[in-house]
């Protein structure tokens, strides 16, 4: 029940109703500025004080979730620790006759079997009003009393929460004042020492930008030499090439003679050998007028492409803004149609030089 009690106090500080599941509920009231009926020239500060409902009863969820947040437990195990404080108060009320609820104040048993709340003259709940003295009006229009125009009450304890100590609100300012300027001034040397070892160190240590630009790239471009005096020759510089086999083979690099060998021994292949040119029945003479055409290109690199990747003897006829691509040559229309016919290409036709 200590810890129902604890708890309730804390949320009481911060919230306007707490909700005892089964028994009631808490309510905080703020009673504005007033004065005093015995004094009528005393004026009162606004408070805030307790007031006990037994018409709501429902949990709200309130005291539970505080529980949980406090204990590190669940919320299942939280509501029924709240259960069995509420029980617990009951049981003591109607044993005793009355429970005391902390610096909050006292549940009693009425003569009809109700339970009745009396709040406390100065509770834990007016702690954000506790610092406003009582003024006495009369003394400070100026009627030549003696007595003091401020009259001081005694600060409430204020509720913290649950797992710390209590602090009483005004020693709580006070401690809270000390505190902020120590750490203020903590902050302020702290920034200080920050800014001298920065400008000390850029002293020491100056940062040097480099006029070279740091450039990053797949390889190492080798340097070019000047040409010597007299020579308008560019220099030359060899590139090579580097091809991606499957990965059992790793990678091998083909030099550009070796490219230019190969390309020569594919095309040369057929032509190079006129015994071979009369066996396919595909030859090729600058001197024919017609050519069997088996593909045609806006540009003369896709027409080298295609070429590179049919292989065999494949030459480019550049004629009407395009890239024909032939096979074979014939000197009249009838031999070339004929050849087309054998070409092995469905769509090849016949094109006139």
């Not at 007033?34 to 004080?49: E, I, S, V």
């Not at 009693?108 to 003024?135: E, M, Q």
Request: hydrophobic content about 45%.
């Amino acid at each position: 029940m200590n810890l129902l009690i604890r708890h309730a106090e804390y949320l009481l500080g911060r919230r306007d109703c707490v909700v005892l599941p089964g028994l009631g509920a808490l309510i905080c009231a703020v009673d504005s500025a007033r004065f005093d009926r015995r004094n009528p020239g005393m004026l009162l500060p606004p408070r805030r004080r307790v007031a006990f409902n037994s018409s709501i009863t429902a949990d709200d969820g309130l005291l539970a979730a505080s529980l949980s947040r406090g204990l590190g437990i669940t919320l299942a195990d939280a509501a029924e620790r709240v259960s069995r404080g509420v029980e617990a108060l009951r049981q003591a009320v109607t044993r005793d006759g009355s429970a005391s609820f902390g610096r909050l104040g006292f549940f009693r048993a009425t003569a009809d079997g109700s339970v009745v709340f009396s709040a406390a003259r100065v509770s834990a709940v007016n702690a954000a009003f506790a610092v406003l003295p009582d003024v006495d009006v009369d003394r400070l229009k100026g009627d030549g009393s003696s007595r003091p125009a401020v009259r001081t009450v005694p600060a409430p304890v204020a509720a913290t929460r649950p797992d710390t100590g209590n602090v009483g609100a005004s020693g709580a300012a006070a401690v809270g004042s000390r505190w902020r300027k120590l750490r203020n001034g903590a902050a302020g040397v702290a920034a200080s020492l920050a800014v001298i070892v920065t400008i000390t160190l850029f002293m020491l240590h100056p940062i040097r930008m480099a006029n070279e630009p740091q450039k990053a790239s797949l390889a190492p471009i080798p340097a070019i030499a000047a040409p010597a005096a007299g020579n308008t020759e560019a220099p030359r510089t060899e590139r090579r090439l580097t091809i991606g086999l499957p990965a059992e083979r790793g990678f091998v690099e083909v030099t550009p003679d070796e490219i230019k060998a190969r390309r020569e021994a594919r095309a040369n292949r057929v032509s190079g050998d006129p015994a071979k040119q009369k066996a396919s029945g595909m030859c090729s003479s600058k001197t024919d007028r017609f050519c069997v055409v088996v593909a045609s290109f806006p540009t003369m690199g896709q027409a080298r492409t295609y070429i590179a990747s049919k292989g065999g003897n494949l030459e480019v006829l550049q004629s009407d803004g395009k890239c024909r691509v032939y096979a074979a040559t014939a000197p009249t229309y009838a031999a070339a149609n004929a050849l087309r016919e054998n070409c092995g290409v469905a769509d090849a036709w016949v094109c006139r030089r």
